[in-house]
């Protein structure tokens, strides 16, 4: 059975940084893309960023780039959001997400449940 489970979010000042976690099971994670994905309260979701197989990266959403970077150990089966120069625009909940898939696309159809990230003084 696919899963992940997001990790790492928390309350960080602006400026702050954050190291978000997405652990996988039930599938080789080598194998498949993986991207980030956020909401913030009263938004739609929108993507972040993308990591595929060959760990190419792919920047969805242009506010993150530049402080924002996605990597993935594979032995490890997790994917990581490192998130640098926090601003408050940040704020969301967290969710990586994979369709099984080498490359990164639009459409995900496995999901994690998310990790809140909440930047603000």
């Known amino acids: 059975q696919v899963e992940l489970v997001e990790s790492g979010g928390g309350l960080v000042q602006p400026g702050g940084s954050l190291r978000l976690s997405c652990a996988a099971s039930g599938f080789t994670l080598a194998y498949y893309a993986i991207g980030w994905f956020r909401q913030a309260p009263g938004k739609e979701r929108e993507g972040v960023l993308c990591?595929?197989?060959?760990?190419?990266?792919?920047d969805y959403a242009d506010s993150v780039k530049g402080r924002f970077t996605i990597s993935r150990d594979n032995a490890k089966k997790t994917v990581y959001l490192q998130m640098n120069s926090l601003k408050p625009e940040d704020t969301a909940v967290y969710f990586c997400?994979?369709?099984?898939?080498?490359?990164?696309?639009?459409?995900?159809?496995?999901w994690g449940q998310g990790t809140q990230v909440t930047v603000s003084s």
């Open positions: 997400a994979t369709d099984l898939v080498p490359y990164c696309g639009s459409v995900y159809g496995y």
């Open positions: 990591i595929s197989s060959s760990g190419g990266s792919i």
